[in-house]
Nanobody, 116 residues
Framework: QVQVVESGGGLVQAGGSLRLSCAAS????????IGWYRQAPGNPRELVAL???????SYGYSVKGRFTISRDAAKNTVHLQMMSLKPEDTAVYYC??????????WGQGTQVTVSS
């Protein structure tokens, strides 16, 4: 079994920064990729950033150039560095682990609120 736990959310002013962390535990050898998703009230859940086991990354269009996803393999932790935050970045941010051969595991989410 794989578990992921998010941390690092909070309240920040527009233009500020936050770093989210996603710590994976359990059968981490079965993880193919870890992604960050977010969901604002009334909106569908959307991809923010993704990092594969190969190290390749991808980003949602609205966060490109502002957010950076990185991995600390030794600690089984993925970080999401968020810069130049905007009020529209306000959402619950979820960590997601995509497993081999199939399946996904979601964390409980962490709230990010950006005030104007």
């Amino acid at each position: 079994q794989v578990q992921v736990v998010e941390s690092g959310g909070g309240l920040v002013q527009a233009g500020g920064s936050l770093r989210l962390s996603c710590a994976a535990s359990g059968s981490t050898f079965s993880i193919n990729a870890i992604g960050w998703y977010r969901q604002a009230p009334g909106n569908p859940r959307e991809l923010v950033a993704l990092i594969m086991n190969s190290g390749s990354t991808s980003y949602g269009y609205s966060v490109k150039g502002r957010f950076t996803i990185s991995r600390d393999a030794a600690k089984n932790t993925v970080h999401l560095q968020m810069m130049s935050l905007k009020p529209e970045d306000t959402a619950v941010y979820y960590c997601n682990a995509a497993l081999i051969p199939r399946g996904v595991i979601w964390g409980q989410g962490t709230q990010v609120t950006v005030s104007s």
